[in-house]
Each structure stands twice: as C-alpha cells, then as structure tokens.
C-alpha cells in the first residue's frame, strides 16, 4: 500500500467511525422523535422495513410529524428539566474549575518525578466503579451519615444536616465524580506553558498575579474550555448522581429522558427530548470550533 492510500485509509478510519457510532443512530433517534406513540414492538409507528415497497415508504414518510417537539417546548416540565439541568451543569462546572485550577497548577509546577504519582492519583477513581462511588456518597451525606456524625462529634454542628436527596448532594457528587475531567485538561495545558515568559513578565516588573492573569491564564485558555466542555456537557445528561443523590424536587433532563424511554414507554417523546439535547449541547462546541478556525486562519 502506497503512503497516499494509506493517509486515505488513516483519515477515512474516523469518518466511519463518526458514521457508524453516531450519525446512524442518531438518524435513528430522530425519526423516532417524528413518530407516534404505539402499543406495540417496538412502541412507535411507522416502522420502517426493509422489506416494504417503495409506496409503503412514501406512505409511512407522509406519517411523520413534529408533534413530538411541540409537546416536549410546550410541556413545563420539560423546560424546566432542560433549565435545571444547565443551571446544575453551569453551576458544577464552574465549582469544578476553581477547584481543578489549582490542583492542575500544583501539579505542573511539583518535581518532574512526582508528576505520574499525582496524575495517577487523579485517575485512580476511575479504578472504583462509577456506581459504587455515588452509592457511597449516600452513606457519607445521609443523616446518619459519616458527614453529620464527624461534624456533631466536632461541635460543629448541633443538629443533623439534610443534605442527602437535595440540589446540594446532586452538586458534591457532580464535583466529586467528574474532577479528573477538568484536572487532566489543565494540567497538559500547564505543563507546556513555557516558564520563561512569567520570568521574563517578572523581570520587567510584573507581579505574580499579573503575570497569572495576562500570561498564564490566556495561554492556558485552551484547557480551561476542554475542560469546561468534557464536564458541562455530561452533566446536563447526568442520570445516575440525581437519580441516587437527588430528591423528588430535584430534576434533569437525563433523569426525564430515562423516565420517558423506560417508565413511560414513551419513545417518540423520548427522542425528541434527545434530539433537543444534542442540538442545545453540540451547538455551542461548534460556534466555538468555527470561532477557534477563523482566528486560526486570521492568525497565519
């Protein structure tokens, strides 16, 4: 195989990929989110055969609809879910940020030797399974818990804290589970900044916080957006830490959307709210991938 083909082979392997694990199934998703709820196997209609006629797709074509996605813009509950989970994700990602960045900093700036101990010891959760960890974080908050226990038997406290089925329980399991996802971001882009130019900043009579803010921060911007990004995005879906750590008062749409698909059955309005998530979340990243490509292109 020539070097042609195999750049060709090398670059078309991704696309694929792409196709595959995400294009196929979400055109899948979607025509779902444009059927009608239906009590059968599966639980919509039309279904699509391979078997049928040309004219039997035409006609099943003619029976899609976007009723689904008037419900779902038009149903509070919804909306509310699709709120709460951004102010829930916006409010962990930024806790998450202002803890990361200086655990990240810390971590570039230690021995070069002790680097892979202290990125070992940020990944070293994931050796523990998911579920386990937020199972664990019920018997740490609950009123009987570890927390209030050490807290009474401090003095801290005269009374047991509520903390377990709130917001507050759903935001500790949120910074606790998905630190490492802002952590490893920083800290490559921390490790490649060039100390030179803070020295330099310092020679010609910047303070260290001056020299953070001007220096180190916008060079380090590129991380601090991964990061924020690899949070944000799988927070607004969470299922897991809100359903075990969250209250009844306590709503995301990831918790909605498994409601719909497995309570409910309801898969048509399940899609919708899928595909409405997708597009609320994978928007952004483009505007800013477009952004980053213009001022790439401005720059050269």
Same mark, same amino acid.
């Given at each position: ?8 082979? %090398? *670059? ?6 792409? #196709?595959?694990?995400?294009? $196929? ?11 009608? $709820?239906?009590?059968? $196997? ?25 009723? &689904?996605?008037?419900? #779902? %813009?038009? !149903?509070?509950?919804?909306? !509310? ?83 377990? &089925? ?7 399991? #949120? ?15 921390? /490790?490649?900044?060039?100390? %030179?130019?803070? /020295? ?8 260290? @916080? ?27 879906? /969470? @299922?897991?830490?809100? !359903? ?8 995301? *749409? ?9 309570? &409910? ?36």
């Amino acid at each position: 195989m020539t070097d042609r083909a195999t750049r060709r082979v %090398t *670059i078309l392997v991704p696309y694929l990929w792409l #196709v595959l694990f995400f294009l $196929v199934p979400f055109a899948i998703v979607a025509k779902m989110s444009l059927s009608q $709820v239906a009590t059968a $196997v599966p639980p919509y209609e039309p279904v699509f055969g391979l078997g049928d006629g040309l004219a039997s797709w035409r006609d099943k074509l003619g029976q899609l609809s976007l009723g &689904n996605y008037g419900v #779902v %813009t038009g !149903d509070a509950l919804y909306v !509310d879910a699709f709120v709460s989970s951004l102010r829930i994700a916006a409010i962990g990602t930024a806790i998450l940020l202002v803890l990361g960045y200086p655990m990240a900093h810390a971590m570039a700036r230690a021995p070069e030797r002790l680097r892979p101990l202290l990125v070992m010891a940020v990944i070293l959760p994931f050796w523990t399974s998911f579920l386990i960890r937020v199972y664990a974080w019920i018997g740490i908050l609950k009123p009987e818990g570890l927390l209030n226990e050490a807290l009474l038997g401090l003095g801290l406290i005269g009374t047991r804290l509520q903390i377990a &089925n709130t917001e507050a329980a759903v935001l500790i399991g #949120v910074v606790y589970s998905y630190l490492p996802f802002m952590v490893l971001p920083l800290y490559a882009a921390l /490790e490649r900044l060039d100390r %030179t130019l803070l /020295e330099a900043a310092a020679d010609l009579g910047c303070s260290p @916080v001056g020299a953070f803010w001007r220096i180190t921060v916008p060079l380090t911007l590129p991380g601090i957006v991964a990061g924020c990004f690899l949070c944000f995005i799988p927070i607004t879906g /969470e @299922v897991v830490i809100p !359903d075990l750590l969250g209250g009844s008062e306590t709503l995301m *749409i990831g918790k909605t959307l498994w409601t719909e698909f497995f309570a &409910n059955r309801d898969w048509p309005v399940a899609s919708a709210v899928a595909v409405l998530l997708l597009v609320v979340l994978v928007g952004p990243i483009m505007v800013y991938q477009h952004l980053q490509a213009r001022q790439l292109e401005a720059a050269r």
